[in-house]
Every structure is written in C-alpha cells, then in structure tokens.
C-alpha cells in the first residue's frame, strides 16, 4: 500500500469516526480559526502552540518584517509531552476534523454538566462535539460565525456571563483569546486541559502571596476571560483575554530571533506582533465592543450564581462524577518555558551540551515550596518541550510527562477544594467575586477616577455622628483582615498608572491605610 492510499484510508476512518458528532457547514466561514495549527489531507501537521499562563499565556507573535513578508512565527515552534502535536483533517474542502493526541474526558464531563445547566432555566452552553479515549481525541471544527441581530449579541454576552460563573465554580483556566471562537451567539470553548485546578505553593509563605492567590487565581479572574494584560518584554503589556484581546503590537521591543534559516540568523530587539484569534463576535460586519454589552454580562453572571445556590445540593452530586478524570496542571506560565527554549537555541548554548544544561538548571532560582518537580521540568526543556504536568481530579499528586507520582504535592485534591466551595457558597461570596467583575469591566473605573470640580460645602458639626462612623469603619476593618499563622493583611483598592483600579494585598505604606479606609467609605 503507497502513501497515498495510506493518507486516504486514515483521513477515511476518520470521517466515518465523526459522521455522527460533526455536522456539515455547506457555506464557507468567514473566518478560520487560527487557534490551532492546521495541515491538509494529506496529513502534514505542523508543531502545536499550547498557550498556557495562569496569570499569562502566549500566542502567536510575527516580526514586523517577516509580517509583511506574510512569514508567520510562532512563540512556541514546539511541542509538549514528547513531541506530540494537534493535526486538523480537511475532508472535500467541505468539513474539518481535529485529532488531539490527548485525553479530554474532562470536555465530556463538562458537557453533560451544561446539558443539565441548559435544560432548567438558562440559555443553553455547549462545547466542540467530539469522540474521547484514553489517548487522543477527535473534535469538529468550530468556525467563527458572525451574529445575525442584535438579539443573538445580547445572549452572546448572557452566556458570556455564563462561563466566567462556571469557570470560577470549576476552577477552569487558560480561556485566552485562542481557545473561545465567537461562533453566532455562542462563546464556544475550544480547548479545556485545565479545570479543578490547583496551584503549587510558592515561597515566601505568606500573607500577601495567599491574599494574591486568592485574588489572581481563585477568583474569576482566574480563567483569563475577562481582561487581562501580559506582560511583554521589560515593560510592554499585550491583552490577550478572551473577552476583549485583539493582539497587536507590543510597546516595548523583545529580544527576537530573526533571519531563521539563514547563515544570517541572529537575535534582535524588536517590537513584536501577536495575532488576533476568533473571540470577539461580528455584527454586520464589524467586531462588537464588549463595553456597550457589560451589563448584559453581569446578567448572565447573576443568573448563572441565582440557578447554582438554588440547585447546590445536585450541583455536589454531579460534581462528584469528575473524581477520576485526568486534567492538565499548569505550574507556572508557558511563556516562562518558552523563553528559555527560545534562548537555548542561540548559538552560545550551541556550542556544548553542558552549556544548555547550565541555562536550564537556572529553573531551580524558581521560588517553589516544594522543588521535586524541577528535574522533570529540566528534562522536558532539555527534550526541546514545553514541560508538562497531570492530576486526577481526586488525588493530592501531581504526574510528570513520564509518568513519575509526586505524591501529595498539594495540600488537597482539586475535588475536595472545588467542592468545598460550592458547598461554602452564599451571597455574600457571589458579591464579593461580582465586585471584582465590576472592576475588571471597568466600570468602577469611570467612577472612581473622575475628577470632580472642587465646591465650597460647609457641613454643619451636628450633622455627622463621628464616634458612629469610625466605629462602623473600625467593624469593617476587623471583619476583612485575612489571617495566616501570625500575620494579618487585608484586600485593598488600587490604581495602576492608567488609572484603572483593582483589588490587591494591602501592603505597610501609609497610602494604602487611607485607600482601604476610603473603600470602606465608597
């Protein structure tokens, strides 16, 4: 049998596999996802970009002469877990098919948790139809596709909503603006490894670390669906979140390789371009900015928490059913991998092995708590991967990409923390996490850094009990100090230099007393 019939046979199988979850799209897409590196029929595949970054992720960057040249790179020209990589099949130029050579039973499990959401009272959610196995799975295409009225962006952004409720509930992460495709009024997530995730200690063991974790990456912000800029260079930024990332050109130059291939290679600081993906949805014609839908966001948000703290009994039971599954755990952010595969290939780590070994031993400077994970990440680097981590969503341990158990590594089993927060959930917790939504939107924002014109009021003595309100002060103040053994700390409201305004640890300066005290008072 020649290669040819070889080729054909496979992508055959393939097609009768699929026949049954894929549906046929006869009209062309007006825009192919970019989220995935793609190949023809005739299998040829090109390395996966896995854009992994819990409070970052990276994604496809282009110089800005090989741009126009229409040369396209990649951050990570790379793959993870011994090379593997995701193939996308094109059967008659009429339907796609996605092979992952990776097991995504979470994806399954996840769907029929949003059949149940969406047979009660809710919009309904669903992800990528696919068939799952242990070692690999297959997933349709899903194409961007653009809103046909007004009505179908309005529940867009409901189910907007939606997810960035679920994604805090199930502790899913990574939704940057690769892996959701805005198709019709559906934010269709493309690529869930990560959910229940848990976070590896890091040291100093301490109050404004945990305060930091609790905010960056146990909160909603957690899932990088809402805003969220990367940073790029020494002091460049890129937004990459799913609800409003675009790409775009850095403000700052990075140190890049350029003439690849070439006797002329060499690496040059220069501003970079990262591509755009499918996340925001059109309406005729144009993209659709979100700030005009906030509102309808926070709807979807509230709707979503009312439906779970009616149904938490049965949310708990079904939960349960994940125990067993296998989810990815991400350590740290795959651009801090990335970069320094990106330096070992220069030419001084060339030279001799012992060199590149040197570059990957600097891993160790890594402030973890436990570091019996850093062997595993230096032999993956050394293999030219992107070092990669698993948990069963019942277990403390954490399995490397050879299989080697680090028992207990955590200090409890994704399972027992998400459903210990359900369990947990009240109002109270609903608004504490709908205030960092209204942060993180922005709206606050507009409120906050206005500046009023200055007016002469004279207020009278009489008319404000001041024992009452530094009492009321002093009450909110002890209710909201956050304890960890002999150290106490606090949330506190912060600008940065744009003038937008967030929750972060309160650190000792005086600045940030009279800040949390004036947020005591708004």
């Not at 899903?142 to 007004?150: A, E, G, L, Q, S």
Request: charged share 30%; proline share 2%.
């Amino acid at each position: 049998m020649n290669k040819t019939t070889k080729t054909l046979a496979i992508l055959f199988t393939a097609g009768l596999l699929l026949a049954g979850c894929v549906q046929k799209d006869n009209t062309k897409a007006t825009t192919e996802s970019t989220t995935k590196s793609t190949t023809k029929a005739t299998a040829e595949s090109k390395t996966k970009e896995s854009s992994k970054e819990k409070s970052s992720s990276s994604t496809t960057v282009d110089t800005k002469e090989d741009s126009k040249a229409g040369a396209q790179k990649t951050v990570l020209e790379i793959s993870d877990e011994n090379g593997k990589s995701v193939i996308i099949f094109e059967v008659n130029h009429i339907q796609k098919i996605v092979y992952k050579p990776k097991n995504l039973k979470i994806e399954e499990r996840i769907s029929e948790l949003l059949k149940w959401f969406s047979s009660e009272e809710l919009l309904d959610l669903h992800l990528p139809k696919g068939l799952y196995r242990n070692n690999y799975t297959y997933n349709e295409f899903v194409y961007r596709k653009p809103c046909n009225c007004i009505e179908e962006v309005q529940r867009f952004y409901i189910r907007f909503g939606y997810l960035i409720a679920l994604c805090y509930l199930l502790g899913i992460d990574d939704l940057h603006l690769e892996n959701v495709v805005a198709s019709s009024e559906y934010p269709i997530v493309i690529d869930i490894e990560t959910a229940f995730h848990l976070s590896s200690k890091i040291t100093p063991d301490d109050i404004f670390n945990n305060i930091l974790q609790e905010l960056e990456h146990d909160s909603i912000k957690g899932s990088c669906l809402l805003p969220r800029k990367i940073p790029v260079g020494m002091d460049g930024a890129i937004e990459l979140s799913a609800l409003i990332g675009k790409g775009g050109e850095t403000s700052s130059t990075v140190s890049t390789p350029i003439n690849i291939n070439s006797d002329d290679f060499r690496y040059s600081e220069k501003n970079v371009f990262f591509s755009s993906g499918n996340n925001i949805p059109i309406y005729k014609g144009q993209e659709v900015d979100s700030k005009d839908y906030r509102f309808k966001i926070i709807e979807g948000f509230e709707d979503f928490f009312d439906f779970v703290l009616k149904n938490k009994i049965e949310l708990l039971r079904r939960v349960e059913q994940f125990k067993n599954i296998k989810v990815r755990i991400l350590l740290k952010g795959t651009e801090k991998y990335a970069s320094m595969l990106r330096y070992s290939s220069h030419p001084n780590y060339g030279k001799r092995m012992k060199y590149r070994e040197r570059l990957f031993m600097n891993i160790w400077a890594y402030p973890y708590l436990d570091k019996r994970v850093v062997k595993s990440e230096v032999r993956d680097l050394l293999f030219g991967d992107i070092p990669i981590f698993y948990n069963n969503i019942g277990s403390k341990d954490l399995i490397d990409s050879q299989g080697n158990i680090y028992q207990n590594y955590f200090l409890e089993s994704g399972l027992d923390k998400y459903k210990k927060l359900i369990a947990s959930l009240s109002q109270d917790i609903v608004d504490k996490q709908k205030d960092i939504l209204f942060m993180e939107l922005g709206l606050y924002d507009e409120y906050l850094s206005f500046r009023k014109e200055k007016t002469n009021r004279k207020i009278q003595n009489y008319s404000i009990n001041y024992i009452r309100e530094a009492k009321q002060i002093a009450k909110y103040l002890m209710d909201n100090t956050k304890k960890y053994e002999e150290m106490i700390s606090m949330v506190n409201l912060d600008s940065d230099r744009e003038y937008h305004w967030s929750f972060q640890p309160m650190n000792e300066s005086f600045y940030a007393c009279i800040l949390i005290i004036n947020y005591q008072m708004f």
